[in-house]
Every structure is written in C-alpha cells, then in structure tokens.
C-alpha cells in the first residue's frame, strides 16, 4: 500500500523528527475531525538552512526548496497528530504562506508552490489545497519561508 511516506522515498524525500514549540504554543491542535499545524520554518531536523529575502540574493528556486522543507515539517507533525495512521488524514484543506521577502518581489505563489507540489505528491488527490502566499518584511530566525496547514482528519 503507498503511503506518503512511500511516495516521497520515491522522490528520495523522508520526513524529519517533528519540531518542538519554540515559543509559548503547541505544534499542531486537533479540534473534532480538523487538524491545525502551526507555522513551520524550512530547518530539517534542528539543522538551520534556508536564511535569506526573496528578491535579495534568494532565487526562486532556494525559495521553493525553503518551502518543500516547510512541507516536509508539516507531514511530520501531520503525522504525529495521528499517531503514525495516514489513513486518518483525509485531505489537505488549506496552506498558508509566508515568504520573506523585498518590497518590489512579487513572485510568492511561485515559491509556496514548491510546498504545494510537494503535499501534491505525498497525498495524491487528497493533498490539493486551497491556500494564500503573502510577503513578510521578516519571518522567525530569518528564514526565508514559514508554512502553516489545516487537514481534516478521521
């Protein structure tokens, strides 16, 4: 049977270890059948990467590889929140993106796309979202990208 997990060994993909709260909330929060994941930044198991501005020496491109790294977060905690059952997510309901970028930079759907594609790819069909890409004069730690979800879940 293919899991997401599956799916993304096959693009030579894992997910990380989930990431503790930095701050004074809670990784995820299930509300009856709703799975909310808060923000996730593009570090990958504690290891910083992904610093930078969009439209200041950040292509598109490392943008949309921050936003992959942001997906791959919200897989893991996704699937920390159901206690390692993917069958219980039923469908990605809604991204949200942050892009740190330059006043002038217009190109955010463009980057959150790299999360997008890559929830595409691990949940098929239940994966499509709806979802918003915005620009932020600065995110946490300076990341480049911050990403959160809502799935509904059984």
Request: aromatic letters at 6%; hydrophobic letters at 45%; one cysteine or more.
């Amino acid at each position: 049977m293919s899991t997401p997990e599956t799916r993304l060994a096959a693009l030579g993909l894992d997910l990380p270890t989930p990431a503790g709260a930095a701050a004074n909330y809670v990784p995820f929060v299930v509300s009856g059948n709703t799975l909310f994941v808060a923000g996730q930044i593009p570090f990958l198991n504690g290891v910083k990467q992904h610093i930078g501005r969009l439209g200041e020496g950040m292509t598109i491109e490392q943008g949309q590889d921050a936003a992959r790294a942001c997906a791959l977060n919200i897989l893991a905690q996704a699937k920390d929140a159901v206690n390692g059952d993917w069958s219980r997510i039923v469908r990605c309901i809604k991204l949200g993106g942050f892009v740190n970028a330059t006043p002038d930079f217009d190109s955010h759907p463009a980057v959150i796309n790299g999360a997008s594609d890559l929830i595409v790819a691990a949940l098929g069909e239940a994966g499509r979202h709806a979802r918003f890409a915005v620009g932020a004069s600065n995110l946490p730690f300076g990341v480049a990208v911050e990403i959160d979800a809502i799935f509904e879940i059984r």
